[in-house]
């Protein structure tokens, strides 16, 4: 959580002590859900402890393929505040893991107060999706 508030240049110390306080704790047992194709993208998570897999239908006979591992520090599930739609992976615990978790109306509550700041975060999120994409595209690049 650090990590990410040095990042967006969160020097703001109101808006640090009320961004923390609206996340909350999730603990995932290793080999459970966090979240699955399809559910309500209703909050983003920060993974603290543990790490998390990936899953993505492969159309193939309800076939699923992992494509990402996610260590401690990183963000999954940031397209829940970035715009409204349903998951379109599955997220399993690899092991017992330890999350904060951030909902969308939450986010959106923080806005109002500390737009500035929410923007910051929202770009971001924003870099963290474009990485990702451009990852994506390189990882199929090689395969075609």
Request: hydrophobic letters at 45%; a negative charge; proline letters at 2%.
């Given at each position: 959580?650090?990590?990410?508030l040095?990042?967006?240049?969160?020097?703001?110390?109101n808006?640090?002590?009320?961004?923390?306080?609206?996340f909350?704790?999730?603990?995932?047992?290793?080999?459970?859900i966090?979240?699955n194709?399809?559910?309500p993208a209703?909050?983003?998570?920060?993974?603290?402890?543990?790490?998390?897999?990936?899953?993505?239908?492969?159309?193939?006979?309800?076939?699923?393929?992992?494509?990402?591992?996610?260590?401690?520090?990183?963000?999954?599930?940031?397209?829940?505040?970035l715009q409204?739609?349903?998951?379109?992976?599955?997220?399993?615990?690899i092991q017992?893991?330890?999350?904060?978790?951030?909902?969308?109306?939450?986010?959106?509550?923080?806005?109002?107060?500390?737009p500035?700041v929410?923007?910051?975060?929202?770009?971001?999120?924003?870099?963290i999706?474009?990485?990702?994409?451009?990852?994506?595209?390189e990882?199929?690049?090689?395969?075609?």
């Amino acid at each position: 959580m650090e990590r990410f508030l040095t990042r967006i240049g969160l020097s703001d110390e109101n808006a640090s002590h009320e961004l923390v306080s609206l996340f909350t704790e999730k603990k995932v047992v290793g080999g459970d859900i966090l979240f699955n194709y399809n559910d309500p993208a209703e909050e983003l998570f920060f993974l603290i402890e543990g790490h998390l897999a990936v899953h993505k239908y492969t159309g193939f006979l309800e076939k699923t393929q992992v494509i990402a591992l996610i260590d401690p520090g990183a963000i999954v599930g940031e397209c829940a505040i970035l715009q409204q739609h349903k998951r379109s992976t599955r997220v399993t615990a690899i092991q017992d893991s330890k999350l904060l978790c951030l909902t969308k109306n939450n986010f959106v509550k923080f806005q109002e107060a500390f737009p500035e700041v929410a923007n910051a975060i929202l770009q971001y999120l924003l870099s963290i999706v474009s990485l990702r994409l451009e990852k994506t595209s390189e990882r199929l690049a090689r395969i075609l």
